[in-house]
């Protein structure tokens, strides 16, 4: 966990009552609401289909036990008893009112929470590994540096009206949880031959109407020169960034029209003239940051302890999350342990307060207070002894956290759809929602293998269709919803977007155009090992489309 | 517009000078961009003030050669939501040191005063009259900052350094001003 100190309580306090007098001065028409929307996006707050949605912040995805039961009241008492966890490590509450907003804000602010910067045109939430800390395949736990950008980049006077949003993920891991290749900035700490750690910075990726994959424009980048070359590509962004259009204006349009190359060129020059100025950071200061990292007080446990071996075959249902949801830790004798948002028939995402409370209190019990929070919308319980996993697993099953469903085919990502959203043309969370329900056979998932269904209920792509293993996008046409597939995408080490398999579909039909696509590969693979991804990369997606269309 | 330079709604001493019109002698004057680079050897031998509105799409630091002789820069912002202008006043007081009147003008808000004067703005067209009244509230929303800027305000950073060298809490502390 990070600590808030009094500076970092003193400045949440202040922003609460800036957006109140800004809410006062709304309420009483002083302000327009053309004026005021700047204003509220930039402490999350938009105006949706049916109400205004508050969007709060949950850097790197870390969670105290106490912010989760504060979630659960902000649910319970401003909201209809849910929120929503997004794929940007953000929580979502659907059905806030203007008047009350400064409240829960100031609710949220008690326990560090807050919605600074989860909207608007500045940058948003620092994004990383959800597993940061606790995996066995990380050099370093990248909290700390998204914690020093995120510092530095709160309420920045340079930054705060950029061209477009600006999202930054960071991963210092071998496997890549964290989607960076799909952000604007994405950084991956890595050693060098030398054997220092830095970070390959990788910059314009997105997804959106225009998706790319980010490009490498500094393959090593020393820690301490971290800050200003964010400065110097934010700087040259927020300078030459398209403003006429607002489709145009994140930076991979600006990375692509200059060529990668040309950018690197310009913010190399820029970097020049600043790396060794004020923003080159200080040993100290660094130091400071991560002293605020607490780590738990881990006993000295050995791995497969008797009471996790006497437990395992005593119930097909632990056996099988045992298998799904719970990974290795770096520390032996613990257990990161997933979270499933993804009951059957669920909306992919979605706690209520009751859960969040559950949560919280088993978080106390089996996670030294901790919980994570995912790009893929679950949860996470990051230190967990192996010998209480039987335990926690009867609790969470008792609350409906235990779908073994991580990472396979009901593990849907969408977006909120037509259902809150005011840009969405189609649904996107019943078809999440019937989807689960066509495979709501556990044995037929496992056999399936990873398989990552992504849903966006329109072009903006908040649920990452381009890169699902299948990639669901809707769409509209002449006021009907219709839905186009893509296979293959990926957001990982290896991020690719998917292709685009035939024309878009009707709503009725998704459901059996994955149950097809499922079918062909459970025929086209050469053994049961051979994932999706590597079946589609081997046969290409001719076999897909002829069976998708060979009937419709 | 109400002008606010340095935290009070002064009156304002120049005068704008609108494309080709005459420069009125022995007064502060303000005049665009084009006309400045233009005859920037002849407006800047008067014993006048001479300022100029900058545009925000163009490279501030063409103006490097000339900055001794400004008394004022304006930079625009032709809506709240466009960020550019920051960037330039970042580079003028940082990069190039200007340390004359820096001012933003166009669409200027209460809400971004404190940007503003973060940047490096020392004076402000206000689009509202409230606003400008408001200027001192406005500013002093905030004790703390993440980020050294050109206003030399002390950062969070700093504070937490000496806080661990005195071997304590920080104490909630005026900040230097």
């Known amino acids: ?552 | 517009m109400p002008l606010v330079r340095r935290g009070r709604v002064v009156e304002d001493r120049y005068v704008r000078v609108v494309d080709d019109a005459p420069v009125p002698d022995g007064a502060a004057v303000i005049v665009p961009a084009a006309r400045f680079m233009a005859d920037a050897a002849e407006l800047t031998s008067r014993e006048a003030p001479i300022g100029l509105i900058w545009p925000n799409d163009r490279n501030a630091g063409e103006l490097a050669p000339w900055l001794d002789r400004l008394a004022l820069i304006a930079l625009t912002f032709p809506n709240f939501r466009d960020g550019r202008a920051y960037s330039q006043a970042r580079q003028l007081r940082e990069r190039y040191g200007f340390r004359r009147e820096l001012r933003a003008t166009g669409e200027i808000l209460r809400d971004q005063f404190l940007f503003l004067t973060r940047a490096g703005f020392d004076s402000l067209e206000v689009k509202k009259a409230a606003d400008a009244a408001a200027f001192a509230e406005a500013i002093g929303r905030y004790s703390v900052f993440y980020q050294q800027s050109a206003n030399g305000w002390a950062l969070v950073q700093r504070r937490r350094l000496l806080r661990s060298a005195a071997g304590g809490e920080c104490i909630a502390t005026e900040l230097a001003r």
């Open chain 1, 1 to 552: 966990m990070y600590l808030y100190d009094e500076l970092d309580r003193t400045l949440v306090a202040e922003r609460v009552a800036e957006f109140r007098d800004q809410v006062a001065r709304r309420l009483s028409g002083e302000l327009t609401e053309e004026e005021f929307k700047p204003l509220r996006l930039m402490n999350g707050v938009y105006l949706q289909l049916h109400a205004y949605m508050l969007r709060i912040a949950i850097p790197y995805g870390t969670l105290s036990s106490a912010q989760m039961r504060m979630l659960a009241h902000v649910a319970r008492r401003y909201d209809r008893n849910f929120g929503h966890f997004t794929t940007r490590q953000n929580i979502q509450f659907n059905w806030i009112k203007l008047e009350e907003l400064p409240q829960a804000m100031a609710d949220l602010a008690s326990v560090g929470l807050h919605g600074m910067q989860t909207s608007g045109n500045c940058v948003r939430n620092i994004t990383t590994d959800q597993w940061a800390g606790v995996a066995p395949d990380e050099i370093e736990d990248p909290r700390i540096w998204a914690e020093v950008l995120r510092q530095h980049l709160t309420m920045h006077p340079e930054f705060s009206f950029l061209p477009r949003k600006f999202k930054i993920a960071l991963t210092a891991a071998a496997h890549d949880r964290a989607a960076v290749k799909v952000h604007d900035v994405g950084l991956r700490l890595h050693r060098n031959g030398a054997g220092e750690t830095g970070f390959e910075v990788m910059v314009g990726g997105g997804l959106g109407r225009t998706p790319f994959i980010a490009k490498t424009i500094k393959p090593f980048l020393a820690k301490r020169d971290l800050l200003s070359y964010v400065e110097a590509i934010l700087r040259v962004y927020n300078s030459f960034g398209r403003r006429d259009n607002i489709y145009k204006a994140r930076i991979k349009i600006l990375v692509h029209d200059l060529g990668a190359e040309a950018f690197a060129k310009e913010v190399e020059v820029e970097w020049r003239q600043i790396k060794d100025g004020p923003l080159a950071l200080d040993p100290a200061v660094v130091d400071d940051i991560a002293a605020r990292f607490r780590y738990p007080a881990y006993e000295r446990l050995e791995d497969s302890p008797p009471a996790l071996a006497a437990a395992r075959g005593s119930d097909r249902g632990f056996d099988a999350w045992l298998a799904n949801s719970v990974a290795n830790h770096k520390v032996d004798g613990y257990a990161i342990v997933t979270l499933s948002l993804k009951p059957e028939g669920g909306p992919p995402g979605d706690a209520t307060a009751e859960q969040m409370e559950a949560i919280a209190d088993l978080a106390d019990r089996y996670s030294f207070g901790e919980i994570r929070v995912g790009h893929e919308q679950n949860l996470v319980l990051p230190h967990v002894a192996q010998r209480d996993l039987a335990r926690l697993w009867r609790a969470l099953d008792a609350s409906g956290l235990a779908t073994p469903n991580v990472g396979l085919v009901s593990d849907i990502i969408s977006c909120p759809g037509l259902d809150y959203c005011s840009l969405a043309n189609t649904r996107s969370i019943p078809v999440a929602q019937e989807i689960s329900r066509r495979f709501r056979d556990r044995d037929l998932a496992r056999d399936l293998g990873p398989l990552h269904i992504n849903i966006s209920g329109c072009i903006n792509a908040c649920g990452h269709h381009h890169v699902g293993h299948i990639g669901i996008l809707g769409v509209e046409k002449n006021n009907e919803e219709f839905f186009q597939i893509t296979i293959g995408g990926r957001a990982d080490e290896d991020a690719a977007l998917g292709t685009l398999i035939g024309p878009a579909v009707r709503y009725a039909d998704v459901a059996d155009v994955v149950e097809d696509i499922v079918a062909t590969y459970l025929e086209l693979r050469e053994d049961p090992q051979e994932s999706f991804l590597h079946t589609v990369d081997r046969t290409g997606i001719e076999p897909f489309r002829e069976r998708v269309y060979a009937t419709r």
